[in-house]
């Protein structure tokens, strides 16, 4: 997208936001502010993706995460036996080597961006980006791609199915029993 | 198509912001006095929700014991902004837009998928308990209409061959939607009152929960909430009208006096909706959203694209 200077203003805010948030999500202290952290990250890059003129990747990529961040904070919930997800404790183990790491990929990542010598050659933006990028992605396998893609969506479902209702200790919507101490009554059922 | 220039195209959705959400205070509360044995007054109807709205500007801000402020204070800005964005995208004429980008449906799915990031903030952040249980309930209810509130728009993109709204409005002038795929209509007003979490799906924020999210709210940060989720339901209300009952297409009225007609009458029927029905408990909203509206969405869908081959 061109564009005089508020552009680049946008384009500085979405980065700065991106890596603060970013770096954030390692320095909070709860689960589910990590989470909205990594989500507001991902949400500035989204916005870089739409001012580089790719719309509809930068959107769905917003719009993915959004679900993505909040199933990831419930799991995360459930599985770490902390109510809510309130209690306050540490985001990252193994503080040197995850900071080594951490520092190794930036660099390896951020190296190219310094090294490489882009050509300059600037393309008149495309009509139908989002049009062309479905032909640059899909083109002839289209109908591969759409089966994939139900079947993916009735395995969701059938997940779905499976996980709901009916489970072990009776059916979710009724409430759920605790197991039987007593050997009997627990071979009995 | 011109973009409307950014300071006017911003006042015109803030404008329609406002006098959507006051329309919806009064016809609530006209509707409920209608419905139930009591009498219609101005002073009730028409001046009662300014009336409402003074008290809570000048009500004493509460708070709760190790809270997350930022987030709390977040929630109501994120989700009056997301309905900004949601009404942006809706255009009231051929000519008329705030903004009309090529993937005007994919800024507006965003919009609706954040929703649940607004409200499962709003649940979470004051560290209390009944707005917690609202969180997670909203987080169960989303979860659940995301695919068939998106598979039922996503159908209306089909005979336009476009995600831009204005051709998807533009698509209509032979036969509206509603004609077209029948089941696309209902299937998103049913999700779209989950969206706006309003009437019978009012779940996250149900008085069984004694106001769920929005228990510990107060003063100002009430007021706001009360007001975005009211602007959501204009954003859907008025989507509605232009994916749907064919937007500015109508006979001797010029297009934007038919918009905002057909906008109103969704309004309505959702707000009647929301009088007249009881709520659903979230377990059978889950059963019903997996089991009933998905598989009608798609058939909506698959039905929608066969008769375009």
New interface residues.
Partial sequence: MSGGLLVDVIFWLFAAGALVTGYRVFRTD?M??AA?YL?ASFAAVGGILVLLGA??VG??L??MM??E???M??VMVMYMMNP???NPMWMVHQHRVAVAAGVLAFAVLAAPVLLVDFPDRPNPAPE???AQLGEELLGDSMLVFQTAGVGL?STM?GV??LA??RGRYGE??EGSSEPSLELQDAESR | MDYASPPIALIAVGLAMAAGVYLIAVLDRSIAVLVGAGRWTWRGAIVGPIRSAALLLVQRRRTTERP?SP?WTLAPALLTGLAAVALAMVPIGPDMAAAD???GF??F??AI??V??AV??HG?SP?SALA?HGA?RF?AQ??SF??PFLLAMLATALPAES?SIVDIVDAQEPLWNVVRQPLGLPLYLVVGVAVSFWGPLNLPDASDLAGGTSVEDSGVARLLWKSARAAMLVAVAAMGAAGFLGGWWGPWLPGPVWMVIKAVALLTLLLVAGHLLPRVRI??F??IA?VIL?PLALVNIFVSGALLL
Avoid: C, K
Wanted: hydrophobic share 65%; net charge negative.
């Fill in positions: 709860s589910v502010r909205f989500l719309e509809f959107m769905v917003i719009l959004a679900g961040m909040l199933i904070a419930i809510a997800g309130l139908e980006a989002t969506l479902i779905v199915v709901s209702r979710a919507d | 997350d987030g980008p090529s993937t994919v800024v799915s965003a998928v954040f649940m990031i499962f903030l979470w560290n917690m997670y987080g989303a979860l995301q695919i995600l377990q059978r889950v059963v997996w998905i």
